[in-house]
T-cell receptor
Framework: NAGVMQNPRHLVRRRGQEARLRCSPM?????VYWYRQLPEEGLKFMVYLQKENIIDESGMPKERFSAEFPKEGPSILRIQQVVRGDSAAYFC???????????FGSGTRLTVV | RKEVEQDPGPFNVPEGATVAFNCTYS??????FFWYRQDCRKEPKLLMSVYSSGNEDGRFTAQLNRASQYISLLIRDSKLSDSATYLCVVTANAGKSTFGDGTTLTVKP
């Protein structure tokens, strides 16, 4: 019973490139959340998704960032035209519909050079 | 004002000490409360849920005061392995949780 799977673990992109981060929730979990943690800062909510639906994207930057959770396959966080300030750890978490706390993936460390 | 506020610390305590962390939240509609632990900026891991009646798990005790919008975590008989950042988490409705910035604990021999 695998936990939340994120890949890649580490991603290096040059400024202006696109970054795609993937997250497969735990089996039985239908809710997916993305959080960002900048160096020396706390976890900041980005987006909450269910299958084929964005439920809350109040934490997503207005431009360059998008997220999806298709009917089949993992959830994708996409960052277009990355800038140095996007360098951070991006954590995905999943939960059951009834709540009860999150299970986090190991995160993707994005470095923009 | 932040939705969830924690004393960032750091708390430096000797082994065997008792240490308490506090957390306040601003949204009175908040429904669920948790403490997570994060080691060296790895993924956070759920430590325990927090209930109004209080709950205990071994050396850890969590308390919730809804009237004061206040959550606490007490660690007794601290171990070196308790060194970590402790995150207070509040969920206002089904889904999105808001994390505090964390309190750093270092337990020294």
């Amino acid at each position: 019973n695998a936990g939340v799977m994120q890949n890649p673990r580490h991603l290096v992109r040059r400024r202006g490139q696109e970054a795609r981060l993937r997250c497969s929730p735990m089996k039985g979990h239908s809710h997916v959340y993305w959080y960002r943690q900048l160096p020396e800062e706390g976890l900041k909510f980005m987006v909450y998704l269910q299958k084929e639906n964005i439920i809350d994207e109040s934490g997503m930057p207005k431009e360059r960032f998008s997220a999806e959770f298709p009917k089949e396959g993992p959830s994708i966080l996409r960052i277009q035209q990355v800038v140095r300030g996007d360098s951070a750890a991006y954590f995905c978490a999943s939960s059951q519909p009834s709540g009860g706390g999150y299970t986090f993936g190991s995160g993707t460390r994005l470095t923009v050079v | 004002r932040k939705e969830v506020e924690q004393d960032p610390g750091p708390f430096n305590v000797p082994e065997g000490a008792t240490v308490a962390f506090n957390c306040t939240y601003s949204n009175s509609a908040s429904q669920s409360f948790f403490w997570y632990r994060q080691d060296c900026r790895k993924e956070p891991k759920l430590l325990m849920s927090v209930y109004s009646s209080g709950n205990e798990d071994g050396r850890f005790t969590a308390q919730l005061n809804r009237a004061s919008q206040y959550i606490s975590l007490l660690i007794r008989d601290s171990k070196l392995s308790d060194s970590a950042t402790y995150l207070c988490v509040v969920t206002a409705n089904a889904g999105k949780s808001t994390f505090g910035d964390g309190t750093t604990l270092t337990v020294k021999p």
